[in-house]
């Protein structure tokens, strides 16, 4: 509480008595005499300065009624808690009743991205997320696990304990995002180097930290494309030839899978985005198995 100078402050707190005991009103009024006393009359108001309009009279009501502002609403423009929907599993969407085709672009979608190291998944995913009617996010897995600065698991530097654990985390902190922009009618497209016969880096942790409505998609260009793409690259984002073959053969293990794959060898970003809204609509009228 502030106090206007030359006022009294209060006494301090003594046991057996009240914050006011003791404590004469007008440490409250300044305008008022240190010894007035509380059933005096009050002063007259002072006369208004010269081009003021003089203040209305008091209304009727209490002469010890507290401040009123303190049971107004607060003013119209002020900004106040804005309750969101809390994240949850991400359901199956549902295909129209009507018999036309599904309209992935303006429905709300959470699609997971696949493919090994110079795919194109980000540059695809940012693409077909600027380019989408309703809003979009893209969570990139490797963008999140680089989070991390100090103490960062590169895994080129050997899959361990340690780099499995920080990716773990990161595929949870994206699957935490997607559900969350999901219940508040925001669309998400994730990427990541999901492979078919590893467990730790596969689907399964995809589906439990995201929902069942998640819809896969692999992006498999050729070897030459992924090494070409791949040799552009800088930093650790940049794998050896041999990594890079590696992926790619493993990746191949996705056909039979039954997931939708785009071989995006021949095609620029904004051709592989179409199609890519081609297998959703697929997707959307028949959930692959997974």
């Known amino acids: 509480m502030q106090h206007a100078v030359g006022s009294p402050l ?36 002072p006369p208004p300065a010269p081009g003021y309009p ?6 009727p009501g209490p002469a010890h009624a507290g401040p009123q502002h303190a049971s107004m609403p607060p003013p119209p423009d002020t900004t106040g808690h804005v309750p969101l929907p809390p994240g949850g599993p991400v359901a199956m969407p549902s295909p129209p009743q009507a018999p036309a085709a599904p309209d992935p672009a303006g429905t709300i ?7 090994p190291a110079g795919a194109g998944k980000t540059s695809v995913a940012k693409y077909w997320a600027d ?21 960062f698991a590169d895994p080129q530097s050997g899959w361990n304990d340690h780099s499995e654990a920080q990716y773990r985390l990161a595929r949870r902190t994206c699957g935490f995002a997607a559900r969350n922009f999901l219940a508040n009618g ?32 692999v992006l498999l260009p050729g070897l030459d494309i992924v090494l070409e793409r791949n040799a552009e690259r800088s930093g650790n984002r940049r794998l050896t030839d041999e990594e890079v073959a590696r992926i790619h053969g ?19 970003i904004p051709e592989t985005a179409r199609i890519l809204d081609d297998v959703l609509a697929r997707s959307i009228a028949s959930p692959p198995p997974w």
Request: one cysteine or more; glycine letters at 14%.
């Open 54 to 59: 003089a203040p209305p009279p008091p209304g």
């Open 109 to 115: 979608l959470a699609v997971l991205l696949i493919g």
């Open 250 to 268: 493993r990746m191949a293990g996705w056909y039979g899978s039954g997931l939708p794959i785009i071989d995006n060898s021949q095609l620029d």
């Open 131 to 151: 380019h989408r009617r309703v809003p979009t996010a893209h969570i990139s897995l490797d963008d999140v696990r680089e989070w991390v600065r100090s103490g």
């Open 10 to 45: 209060p006494p301090p707190h003594q046991p057996g008595h009240g914050p006011a005991a003791g404590w004469s009103p007008a440490a409250h009024h300044p305008g008022q005499h240190p010894g007035a006393h509380q059933g005096s009359a009050p002063l007259p108001m």
């Open 186 to 217: 925001i669309s998400c497209i994730l990427d990541d180097a999901v492979f078919p016969d590893r467990p730790v880096v596969g689907l399964g942790g995809w589906k439990r930290h995201v929902g069942p409505g998640l819809l896969p998609v």
